[in-house]
């Protein structure tokens, strides 16, 4: 069975730093990319980065870009997302869920699995 | 870049089917896949339609998923509604730009 566990989340201050992390099992993490998505309150869904299975691909929004890391660890099989300089906008539940390429080789992917979530709350 | 753009809610009784759609602002429709997402309240999504017309194992096949040149939009049909349908739904497609694009998300209400 496909397990995403994030952790990490919690009260920062505005410009502050946190570091989030999603444990993965019942699949082989190093054969699949990786995304954060996130959700304000009562939002929508955002998508925040990605990174590919070898780490040799990185994407990330424009809202985030310059101020967030994401970065993977194959042989723990986690993913992490470093977040620093954090806004009042970052407030909200940030996803890890799993890339799965599409089955005709067009470039790009999508979401297949999901973690619960963990939230993080930027507020003085 | 393009943008996603959903009802932000719609409402039909038990037994029933409903439709909801995603319009895609510039760009065709059917140059890329287009998935929808399901989120229950207080959970996390989930994916109900994948490729545009795909169901993940565990689905049921009263979700259905098609898309229309013509509007330039794509469209999750849930038939023989249940109160468990009741959530919000989500279309995505991917930006050749290397971006990741949902919509606005629609609430979803079976009364």
């Known amino acids: 069975e496909v397990q995403l566990v994030e952790s990490g989340g919690g009260l920062v201050q505005p410009g502050g730093s946190l570091r989030l992390s999603c444990a993965a099992s019942g699949f082989t993490f190093s054969r699949y990319s990786m995304n954060w998505v996130r959700q304000a309150p009562g939002k929508g869904l955002e998508w925040v980065s990605y990174?590919?299975?070898?780490?040799?691909?990185?994407y990330y929004a424009d809202s985030v870009k310059g101020r967030f890391t994401i970065s993977r660890d194959n042989a723990r099989n986690s993913l992490y997302l470093q977040m620093n300089v954090l806004r009042a906008e970052d407030t909200g539940v940030y996803y890890c869920?799993?890339?799965?390429?599409?089955?005709?080789?067009?470039?790009?992917?999508?979401?297949?699995?999901w973690g619960q979530g963990t939230l993080v709350t930027v507020s003085s | 870049n393009f943008m996603l753009t959903q009802p932000h809610s719609v409402s039909e009784s038990p037994g029933k089917t409903v439709t909801i759609s995603c319009t895609r602002s510039s760009g065709s429709i059917a140059s890329t896949y287009v998935q929808w997402y399901q989120q229950r309240p207080g959970s996390a999504p989930t994916t109900v339609i994948y490729?545009?017309?795909?169901?993940p194992s565990g689905v049921p096949d009263r979700f259905s998923g098609s898309i229309d040149s013509s509007s330039n939009s794509a469209s999750l049909t849930i038939s023989g509604l249940k109160t468990e349908d009741e959530a919000d739904y989500y279309c995505?497609?991917?930006?050749?730009?290397?971006?990741?694009?949902f919509g606005g998300g629609t609430k979803l209400t079976v009364l």
């Open positions: 995505q497609s991917f930006d050749s730009s290397n971006r990741w694009v």
């Open positions: 490729e545009v017309n795909q169901r």
């Open positions: 990174i590919s299975s070898r780490s040799n691909s990185i």
């Open positions: 869920a799993r890339g799965a390429a599409y089955t005709n080789g067009w470039y790009g992917s999508y979401f297949d699995y």
